[in-house]
Nanobody, 119 residues
Framework: QVQLVESGGGLVQAGDSVRLSCVSSGGTFTDYNVAWFRQAPGKERAWLATIGWLTIYADSVKGRFTISRDNAKNTVTLQMNNLTPEDTAVYYC???????????????WGQGTQVTVSS
């Protein structure tokens, strides 16, 4: 059973950068594609990026967010730059067997970490 734990969220100001981490335990980390999603207040959960044998991004964050992974540390990070209040959300990492932007394709989820961006 794969367990995922996110960290790195907090309260930041517009224009700041934040680096989120997702640490995996259980299972074989390299068997999984890992994605980041976010859910803003009153909105549905939205896919941001996935890393596997390819790295793919949602158009909304391409060029501003960077996903990376360190297989030796079972960790995936999401570097987020030039944040705006619209980036305020709970950020989740998820692991699945398919390289996908669809949340139903992901079997394991972390508990989420809150990022709040003040103007």
């Amino acid at each position: 059973q794969v367990q995922l734990v996110e960290s790195g969220g907090g309260l930041v100001q517009a224009g700041d950068s934040v680096r989120l981490s997702c640490v995996s335990s259980g299972g074989t980390f390299t068997d999984y594609n890992v994605a980041w999603f976010r859910q803003a207040p009153g909105k549905e959960r939205a896919w941001l990026a996935t890393i596997g044998w390819l790295t793919i991004y949602a158009d909304s964050v391409k060029g501003r967010f960077t996903i990376s992974r360190d297989n030796a540390k079972n960790t995936v990070t999401l570097q987020m730059n030039n944040l705006t209040p619209e980036d305020t959300a709970v950020y989740y990492c998820a692991a699945g067997r398919r390289l996908s932007g669809v949340q139903d394709q992901y079997d394991y989820w972390g508990q989420g970490t809150q990022v709040t961006v003040s103007s």
